[in-house]
């Protein structure tokens, strides 16, 4: 193989897009609302670059790792069900899906626990404030899982790839955090005010949002009613209702009109 050719291909996109069709508990932190429902609503995320991909399969790799070291340091951990896959619990009929990377005890409670690799950065920006504030996103990620597996702590543990130090952290479970999660689940399953994080398309955190061209550009996606923006959850079902037809929203029609997300309106607006 020519050297061109090898680099090439390790720079080539691996792996197309996917649609995620539920919220996990790792987006309910996310602030943009917007990307919530993207993915509540299967849009295609655009295709993943190999280099990210590669970041993804480093941090699997490390997470086995890091359950062998928190082993070997006398922490018992359960990290599969008994069919092989790995502890899950759901709500909202399933449009609300979390996994966690294993259970264990601390101080004679369970707890749930979460692993994590960053680079020196962040791993130091986490090892000093703590996860709250270092991380919404992880911080409501770790709360939405202790709800949903009914367990009042979770021990964040979080690898520096670039000294193997590990951070170690209990959280414990908010109500007024898990309370909020709720009140945002419910709004985006309705479609209540949808909105982006962000005023314009040049803002950074929509530079590699994966459904940029459906914000801000005219991109369109059809598989089902679910992208229509005639339509949203009823209260407490998995049922899509669409209010244009007044019928459940079951088979796509002529109708049809993109989802989008509403105008973010507290920031200055995109010119
Ligand atoms: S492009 Fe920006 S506003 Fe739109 S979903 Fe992504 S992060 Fe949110
Ligand atoms: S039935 Fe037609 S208008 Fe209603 S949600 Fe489906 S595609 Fe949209």
Known sequence: MKLDALQDALNR?????YRAKTISASTIGH??????????????????????????????????????ALRAAGLEIDTH???GSQHMRTAYNGLV??????LTTIDGKPAILEIKSANKSRWTDLHEYG??????T???????????????QCLFVSYCKDDSAMHVELVRYDEF?????????????????????????????????????????????????????????EHNSQSLWCNRNNREANAACDEF???????????????
């Open 177 to 233: 955090d898990v309370a909020w999660a709720k009140h945002r689940i419910d709004g985006i399953l309705e479609d209540r005010e949808t909105h982006r994080c962000a005023a314009e398309p040049q803002d950074w955190r929509c530079k590699a949002c994966d459904f940029r061209q459906y914000c801000w550009e005219d991109k369109a996606d059809l598989l089902n009613c679910r992208q229509c923006a005639n339509c949203a959850y």
């Open 81 to 83: 069900q008994n069919d």
């Open 97 to 102: 899906k979390v996994l966690c990377d294993g």
């Open 131 to 136: 996860l709250e504030l270092h991380s919404q």
């Open 138 to 152: 992880y911080w409501m990620q770790c709360q939405l899982m202790m709800w949903l597996f009914c367990i009042k």
């Open 31 to 68: 602030e943009c609302d917007a990307y919530i429902a993207y993915n509540l609503r299967g849009f295609l995320r655009a295709p993943r670059q190999a280099r990210s991909q590669r970041i993804l399969d480093l941090g699997q790799t490390l997470e086995t790792e890091v359950v062998r």
């Open 257 to 271: 009109a993109c989802w989008k997300p509403q105008q973010n309106n507290y920031r200055r607006q995109a010119t």
């Open 13 to 17: 996109e691996t792996q197309s897009g």
